[in-house]
């Protein structure tokens, strides 16, 4: 059970995407930030889960459990052959199996707000612009009214929709911004979730150092401001908790490998009568990636996996181990899987069967960075920080897991939320808890 001590009315869950542990000498510094730390928990060893996807790990922020039962195993369900910009994504509510937070924070009569929130389309989320792309010749603005609350979403778009272009940052992330602060205002929300992007495509497209680093992480700064001044506003400070959280880490990347390339080489994808088909097939998590297997394809198995094998000794490939069950059940993934693979830091995984197999990224003039790699890999952590009336000043929690986010927020808000594999992070709070 939750103590009543601690009970907040409102809390703002910020996903800070790919705010990790190399972002926080300078992140902690800057002047909004700073002020939650100083009145509040913190750590830079947020343990994510495997693999590292955005989508996998906000299912998990959530529930609360591991991917092995919320059922997002990957930003997008298995579609070979599909080009990456005309996949689905794990867009909906009903692609996660279990319970959420905010599910039971609507139960109990609490009011929830969700601004780009990965996988909550047609949530049971009062006021939400959900996450959800428009592909092929759908309609971006008729996508979101139908998945999510329409009133309100066309609300914002009337009010700052002139402030976005398209997609591009930082005019997104400050787009959402200006929903988060409206509805905080506006509708005093008990739970807003707000996921922010910049510094995660950031990254992506120029690398994990440089000023484009900087830049982004000074304006997600004053975003912060924005909404902390928006609370005080509101006159809910003195009953609002700020949880600020990264799902992952990135590593730089030199080389893509397309691991499809050499399973099509060797007859495993192949063509029949003008249509692409396949035996064994790579689905590419960027660090990670998912051998798919036709079911009870023996002989498919079998050469897949001696080929794979032979490229990891080969040592060119980028491929660090192929975990099979044993070590998959110790990562919680799920059953379906009986294979995966794990890149070495500088290399990455797609799923393009028609490209080299190896691609020099600086050849090209291209900088990237990605994620999807093991939580276990060194250096690889992100950070957390809790900011309120009732946590623990400058209280360096140590490790923790994007698992224990949902129970964190369940007993913040004083209701029940069992069968999490995380756990309440109750050291936070002042007055000391006894469950």
């Known amino acids: 059970m939750s103590s ?4 907040k009315k409102h809390i703002i869950v910020i ?32 343990k994510s889960v495997y693999p590292t996807l955005t989508y996998v790990i906000h299912a998990t922020y959530v529930t609360g459990v591991y991917p092995n039962k919320h059922g997002v195993y990957h930003n997008n369900p298995f579609q070979p052959f599909v080009a990456e910009e005309d996949q689905s994504w794990h867009w909906f509510r009903r692609d996660i199996k279990v319970p959420t937070v905010y599910d039971e924070v609507t139960k109990r009569g609490m009011r929830v707000a969700g601004i780009l929130w990965p996988v909550s389309g047609k949530a049971s989320i009062n006021y939400n612009i ?4 428009a592909i092929k010749n759908e309609n971006q603005a008729i996508k ?5 609350s329409p009133i309100f979403s066309i609300g914002m778009e009337l009010k700052y929709g002139r402030y976005r272009k398209g997609i591009e940052q930082p005019y997104l992330d400050d787009f959402s911004t200006m929903c988060a602060v409206d509805t905080i205002k506006h509708k005093k929300p008990n739970l807003l979730l707000l996921h922010l992007i910049e510094l995660d495509e950031a990254k992506h497209a120029l690398g994990t150092k440089g000023q484009h680093i900087d830049q982004a992480i000074q304006r997600m700064d004053k975003r912060l401001g924005d909404i902390m001044d928006a609370v005080e506003d509101a006159g809910i400070k003195e009953n609002t908790t700020f949880i600020v959280v990264g799902d992952h880490g990135q590593l730089n990347v030199r080389y893509k490998v397309y691991l499809n390339r050499l399973l099509k080489d060797h007859g495993l ?15 590419g998590a960027g660090g990670a990636a998912y051998l798919h297997v036709k079911e009870g394809d023996l002989e498919a198995q079998k050469i897949a996996l001696e080929l794979l094998d032979q490229a990891r000794e080969e040592n060119c490939y980028g491929i660090e181990s192929i975990f099979t069950r044993n070590d998959l059940d110790a990562l919680h993934v799920d059953t379906k899987f009986h294979y995966m693979i794990e890149a070495k830091e500088g290399y990455a995984f797609a799923d393009a069967y028609d490209e080299p197999i190896i691609v020099d990224l600086h050849e090209r003039g291209i900088k990237y960075a990605t994620h999807g790699y093991s939580p276990n890999k060194p250096n690889y952590t992100s950070a957390l920080v809790i900011s309120g009336e009732d946590i623990k000043n400058e209280c360096e929690l140590g490790d923790v897991e994007v698992i224990d986010i949902a129970p964190t927020i369940a007993n913040i808000l004083g209701i029940d939320f069992p069968n999490c594999d995380g756990r309440a992070l109750t050291e936070i709070f002042k007055i000391s808890v006894k469950l």
């Open 269 to 283: 994808i192949y063509e029949e009568n003008g249509e692409m088909k396949w035996r064994a097939y790579v689905q």
């Open 130 to 133: 959900p996450e959800i792309k």
């Open 15 to 46: 996903s800070y995407d790919a705010f990790s542990e190399d972002n926080w000498e300078m992140a902690s510094k800057q002047p909004n930030l700073s002020k939650l730390i100083k009145n509040g928990a913190y750590t830079t060893k947020v």
């Open 144 to 148: 979101i009214l139908k998945n999510g």
């Open 4 to 7: 009543k001590a601690n009970q």
